[in-house]
Nanobody, 123 residues
Framework: QVQLVESGGGLVQAGGSLRLSCAAS????????MGWFRQAPGKEREFVAA?????GSTDSVKGRFTISRDNAKNTVYLQMNNLKPEDAAVYYC???????????????????WGQGTQVTVST
């Protein structure tokens, strides 16, 4: 069992930056790939970024966001730069046993989810 707790969301002006954190419980954090997803009101939850067990990463936001992990702290981060109004959403972190980038872009491949943290971007 893995419990995930996100933090770091808030209100930011367009063009600004935020860093989200996701703290995981348990001793097996390093055996999971970690992903970030987001869900805006009225929209489906969508893939943002993922990082594999070995540290390889992929994202869908064309380089504005960077995912990283610190296995010693059982934490995964999402650094978000040059935020745009369309980035506003609830951001969720999730844990998966897969290590393939294609699989890690799919919600159904994740076993554990956090409760989400709200990101609001003002114009």
């Amino acid at each position: 069992q893995v419990q995930l707790v996100e933090s770091g969301g808030g209100l930011v002006q367009a063009g600004g930056s935020l860093r989200l954190s996701c703290a995981a419980s348990g001793r097996t954090f390093s055996t999971y790939a970690m992903g970030w997803f987001r869900q805006a009101p009225g929209k489906e939850r969508e893939f943002v970024a993922a990082i594999t067990q070995s540290g390889g990463s992929t994202d869908s936001v064309k380089g504005r966001f960077t995912i990283s992990r610190d296995n010693a702290k059982n934490t995964v981060y999402l650094q978000m730069n040059n935020l745009k109004p369309e980035d506003a959403a609830v951001y969720y972190c999730a844990a998966s046993k897969y290590s393939d980038f294609l699989m890690l872009s799919m919600l159904s491949k994740y076993n554990y989810w956090g409760q989400g943290t709200q990101v609001t971007v003002s114009t």
